[in-house]
């Protein structure tokens, strides 16, 4: 897809305008973000906010490329990235190269994103060389969340070297962003003094490059739990099921459907 947002475009924003970004699943929530937002990631958060997930970890290549091509139908102006699924790229440069490649032949998406630091450089390096934008992802990366045992805090006191040292290998390789999520704001802030690319926050700090947040959170739809770092901007959940309480009040009563939504004999269509 023929994007107005580019990678290099969220690489030259470093140290100019904030970079504003959400995770959208749908065309209809893609529309309604697109004139707002810089890039909008399918993110594998599909799993947990959609699906019903426990996890990150079921997510497969075909939920995402499903997924992928509703969002892209949305898009005109933001850049779409898209997130390879765990299991889609560790093994190595080739099945990394060979799933993007398919991400992005079969859902327009402009870029791949994936998680890991230091131990993912080379893999980030093949892709970026062979024409694949990649936005990487670093601090609490979900998709391990078994052996980090849980979502925690990532990065502090003699931590934040290593979660640096991961920025830093990821920028080197070629990324041309890189998510920093739930690590200190001190840590986040000298992240992205010290790297040369983009750094999108989630829990991280206002000093990032750019935010990002999963829609289905910011809007109140997700209620299952709330983390510290989502600021709920609305809570469409709940006004949503008071619409559904009462039109089922109103079926139970037989007020609806009312005169306006019924056909007489006359009625044309
Ligand atoms: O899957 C996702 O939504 C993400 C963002 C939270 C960065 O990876
Ligand atoms: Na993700």
């Known amino acids: 897809k023929q994007s107005a947002m580019t990678a290099d475009d969220i690489r030259a924003r470093k140290g100019n305008q ?3 970004s959400l995770t959208a699943y749908t065309t209809p929530m893609a529309r309604l973000m697109d004139r707002h937002c810089d890039f909008v990631l399918v993110g594998d958060s599909l799993g947990m906010v959609l699906h019903g ?3 990150t970890l079921g997510v497969t ?3 995402m490329i499903l997924h ?3 969002v892209s139908r949305g898009l005109d102006h933001a850049m779409l990235v898209i997130d390879m699924p765990f299991g889609s790229y560790e093994e190595g440069p080739q099945q990394a190269f060979r799933n993007a490649a398919r991400l992005m032949a079969e859902t327009g998406a402009a870029a791949v994103k994936l998680e890991g630091g230091v131990e993912m450089a080379e893999t980030i390096r093949f892709l970026v060389a062979r024409g694949i934008p990649v936005m990487a992802h670093v601090g609490l990366t979900p998709q391990s969340v078994n052996a980090l045992g849980g979502y925690k805090v990532q990065g502090r006191d003699e931590q934040g070297a290593l979660v640096l040292a991961d920025a830093q290998a990821v920028a080197d390789a070629g990324a041309f ?3 920093l999520e739930k690590i200190p704001q001190r840590l986040a802030d000298q992240i992205t003094g010290e790297v040369s690319i983009p750094t999108i926050g989630i829990g991280a700090s206002a000093g990032c490059d750019g935010q990002i947040l999963v829609v289905d959170d910011m809007l109140g739809f997700f209620t299952a739990f709330k983390a ?3 600021k709920r901007y609305a809570d469409l959940g709940e006004s949503a099921e008071a619409a559904i309480a009462e039109y089922a009040a109103e079926v139970r009563a037989r007020e609806f ?3 306006e939504h019924v056909f007489g004999d006359q009625t044309p269509k």
């Open 18 to 20: 904030p970079i504003v």
């Open 53 to 55: 997930l426990p996890s």
């Open 61 to 63: 290549m075909e939920m």
């Open 68 to 70: 992928g091509q509703a």
């Open 177 to 179: 962003s890189v998510v």
């Open 228 to 230: 510290k770092f989502v």
């Open 257 to 259: 459907p009312a005169a």
